[in-house]
């Protein structure tokens, strides 16, 4: 009797089951590596608790940049190693990402076991590691040359299918500064392991945790400046240059090319000061140093343990202009603009206003920008 029943239920499941139509997976689930033919398999509608099929090891996540490119990989499903010196520095990346998605892991630039358990199962590593000063433990070119030499190599070992590169605009190797001649070095030291390397150059970046709208805006009581602030510089916002490295993650026609990411418009430190000046409505006096005298207190300054403000270096960068190379591919070439400084600078700089904004007149009219009246339209 108890057999029948059985047998009755099975037949049913077995009609059942050639009855039920046959699913097949969307093509668009699925794409495959160029570089390794890897199957990339995405799931779920997109965003933040689907995946994308993507592993990504970000190095230098625990930077200014790095949150940034951290946060837009993981938003869209990306799985996130955010390789650190320091587990409490990577813990704020924990939340960016779903459940399981941003895993940290420890790593010494210097030690190529710890780098190549850091990308053995990526798809993409993004190198964004930089260092604006030496220190006694690792000099420019272990930051910017030999680091990067060992992390290309542990992903060529580990068959890693694309390795993007964070240099800086003006990088070269006859440039005065020994920063920008070692990330030269650093792009040339990549590409000797990748040929196919992505570089991404950079301009001085802006946004919350920067080193030049909060310096610029903090200049409060006294501020020493180079080159009378004439330097010309082509500021850009970090946010748009960790969407152009986002965006590189699927654009595997930028494998090899060289993307220089700079802002719409050029200005002078002076310009910005003035901006500033305005935003905040405090005077932010500038002192203008001669140049040998600034690099000369920076040898001292730069000695002083925990001293992260000056080098002799950044003087001497804070004297040169922005140099876009001629013909470089930029935004344009990822199908984005740059926002322009102006349009944004009061969310940055709105910290630093005086209370004189609470004395100016409401805004009226139709909500243009007009002076004197910032802090109704923020
Ligand atoms: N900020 C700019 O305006 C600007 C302009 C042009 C180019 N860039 C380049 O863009 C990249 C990102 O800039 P950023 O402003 O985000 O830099 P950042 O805030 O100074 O962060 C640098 C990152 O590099 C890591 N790092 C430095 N030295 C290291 C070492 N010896 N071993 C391991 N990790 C090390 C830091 O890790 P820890 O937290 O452990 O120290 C940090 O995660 C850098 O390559 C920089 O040179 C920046």
Redesign the pocket.
Known sequence: MLANAALKQASRVQLANKMAPIQSRAFHDLTLRKKTGKPLIGYGRGGRSSTNGQVATV????????RYVVSKLAKQGTQVIVA???PD?SRHLKVTGDLGQVIPLE???KNKDQLLECVRHSDIVY??????YE?K??TFE???VN?PRLMAEACAEAGVARFVQ????NASEDSPSK?LRT?ALGEKAVREVIPDATIV??????GH????LNRIGDADGWQYWVNESKTKILPVA?LD?AQALSVLLNAESSMGKTYELYGAKQYTFEDVFNLAREISMKPLPTYNVPTPVAKLAATFLDKLPYNQMISPDLIQRMTMDDKPTPGALTFADLYMEPTLLENVAIQYLRRFRSNAVFDLPFEKGDGQIQKGVYHIID
């Open positions: 190095f230098g996540c625990t930077g200014f940049l790095g650190n010196r320091d520095e790593f010494s630039l190198n964004l590691i930089g260092r604006d220190t433990n690792y272990d930051v910017h680091g964070v240099s800086a605009l920063f990330k150059r950079p301009s001085i970046m802006w945790e920067d080193r030049f970090v240059v």
